[in-house]
């Protein structure tokens, strides 16, 4: 591919605007696939557990597992399609929902530390899984600095 000096106006802009609707659009896309998992698994998951009477510990356990599934599947989306800085997009995605489900848990003011530590986690999980995903590609498809 040319360099970016060797390009038109119009190929740059073009470029450009690729660049920015490839993170922009699986952005999106790993949001929907986090909401999604998160949805789904809660479903699965987090109502059985909480509705059959088991301790209050087991209930968080779950939630646990459901925000590392749902970051994974969000660090998957990303880390398989943007151009460049897959943690970021990654990470960004997980922050609205894990946001909204730190919310819900810290509706009780005794429970604000274990909802910040499931944001953290979720965050963590969704940077290194789009990473390691996005190291996976070939070479090719990859931002020629971070080769």
Not at 18 to 25: D, K, P, Q
Not at 105 to 121: C, E, G, M, Q, R
């Amino acid at each position: 591919m040319s360099r970016n000096s060797d390009l038109g106006v119009l190929d740059r802009g073009t470029l450009v605007l690729w660049r920015a609707s490839n993170l922009l659009g699986w952005g999106i896309a790993a949001v929907l696939a986090h909401s999604a998992c998160w949805i789904v698994v809660t479903m699965l998951v987090v109502r059985p557990t909480a509705s059959s009477g088991l301790t209050p510990l087991l209930v968080v356990v779950a939630f646990f597992l459901t925000g590392v599934i749902a970051a994974a599947v969000a660090g998957v989306v990303a880390g398989d399609h943007v151009y460049r800085w897959p943690a970021a997009v990654s990470m960004v995605a997980v922050a609205v929902p894990a946001m909204l489900a730190g919310l819900l848990l810290a509706a009780d003011p005794a429970s604000v530390p274990t909802a910040a530590l499931l944001v953290t986690v979720e965050f963590a999980v969704a940077g290194i899984v789009g990473r390691r995903r996005w190291n996976r590609r070939p070479r090719a498809l990859r931002f020629p600095s971070q080769n």
